[in-house]
T-cell receptor, first 110, second 115 residues
Framework: GQQVMQIPQYQHVQEGEDFTTYCNSS?????IQWYKQRPGGHPVFLIQ?????EVKKQKRLTFQFGEAKKNSSLHITATQTTDVGTYFC??????????FGTGTRLQVTL | ETGVTQTPRHLVMGMTNKKSLKCEQH?????MYWYKQSAKKPLELMFV???????ENNSVPSRFSPECPNSSHLFLHLHTLQPEDSALYLC??????????????FGPGTRLLVL
């Protein structure tokens, strides 16, 4: 079945440092979504990418969809303590099924 | 915030108890989902309902029994659970589960502890 892996599993940065999480799918995806889950909270939709090589920005967050549509990345510039949480990618494969990635937990300290 | 509510928010139950989790969405969506989220595993999709019909059951043990009486309500009936079933159970909805790339809107979850 379709598998979506994320690396790293966990990252601890100091406020102001950059952060990147990578998402890799075992199959080609028709689209990729990103969600953020704050500690004690629930996943909240951030963005969706559809086109090969697509790049989208939301303030300090940059999302990229790979050319082969099998991988994606989320980059946060100059992290803040409000960025703390777990970031999940979720990809839609050929069966139109949305599969969530394993998640990357981000900790930011002052 | 998300238009998806879940009750109860916390639940402690013994292995012989029967309980039900409730989810309600106020977004006019046609698809609803149950996910299990435990500490060491990613989000695990359990069930999918599309227009009240179950379209997916990811090999979930029969001690979990879903019910979808209409497009706005989803239940998860629990019976003779095991301690390893302790987890956060999340409900989600989307406009149309059969569609490609449907954004999912999650409820706050029910934190379940099985003793």
């Amino acid at each position: 079945g379709q598998q979506v892996m994320q690396i790293p599993q966990y990252q601890h940065v100091q406020e102001g440092e950059d952060f990147t999480t990578y998402c890799n799918s075992s199959t080609t995806l028709s689209n990729i979504q990103w969600y953020k889950q704050r500690p004690g909270g629930h996943p909240v939709f951030l963005i969706q990418l559809v086109k090969s090589g697509e790049v989208k920005k939301q303030k300090r967050l940059t999302f990229q969809f790979g050319e082969a549509k099998k991988n994606s990345s989320l980059h946060i510039t100059a992290t803040q303590t409000t960025d703390v949480g777990t970031y999940f990618c979720a990809g839609t494969g050929t069966a139109s099924k949305l599969t969530f990635g394993t998640g990357t937990r981000l900790q930011v300290t002052l | 915030e998300t238009g998806v509510t879940q009750t109860p928010r916390h639940l402690v139950m013994g292995m012989t108890n029967k309980k039900s989790l409730k989810c309600e969405q106020h977004l006019g969506h046609n698809a609803m989902y149950w996910y299990k989220q435990s500490a060491k595993k990613p989000l695990e999709l359990m069930f999918v309902y599309n227009f009240k019909e179950q379209t997916e059951n990811n090999s979930v043990p029969s001690r979990f029994s879903p019910e979808c009486p209409n497009s706005s309500h989803l239940f998860l009936h629990l019976h003779t659970l095991q301690p390893e079933d302790s987890a956060l159970y999340l409900c989600a909805s989307s406009q149309d589960g059969a569609g490609v790339g449907e954004t999912q809107y999650f409820g706050p979850g029910t934190r379940l502890l099985v003793l």
